[in-house]
């Protein structure tokens, strides 16, 4: 008898769902400025995420690269603590994974653009292995 996961993998591994960083959250909401969000919470993914994607609307690619690098380390570091090995879904739906997902979409959209496209291959195979449908919510389809 096999059983489903509910992210649809058969015998997969459950998918991870971060509990996000609702004061990180609730300030950038509020239209708090991102870096000083960060500055407050360097763990929050969603804080680099929101920083990256200013950076890449002003032109500042190398910023945001280096933002997008930041809140995806952060975010592998969540992922880790939250029972993630390296694999399995991370869902876009789930709110407190999209920081993370962002990240990645950032450095993804960084890497392009300064022609490292080894970069920009690996961080689109992980919003691919994360989740099939990030990239596209992600407008990098």
Known sequence: MSTMTSFGDLLGPQPTLLPGDEDAEAELLNHEDPATVAAAHPTASI???HLGE???DDGQVIAAYAYG???YHRGLDQLRRNGWKGFGPVPYS???NRGFLRSVAVLARAA???GENDEY???LDLLEDSDPKAAHELGLD
């Open 47 to 49: 804080a680099w995420a």
């Open 54 to 56: 200013a950076a890449l």
């Open 69 to 71: 690098r930041t809140g």
């Open 94 to 96: 789930h709110e407190g």
């Open 112 to 114: 392009k653009a300064i």
């Open 121 to 123: 291959a690996r961080c």
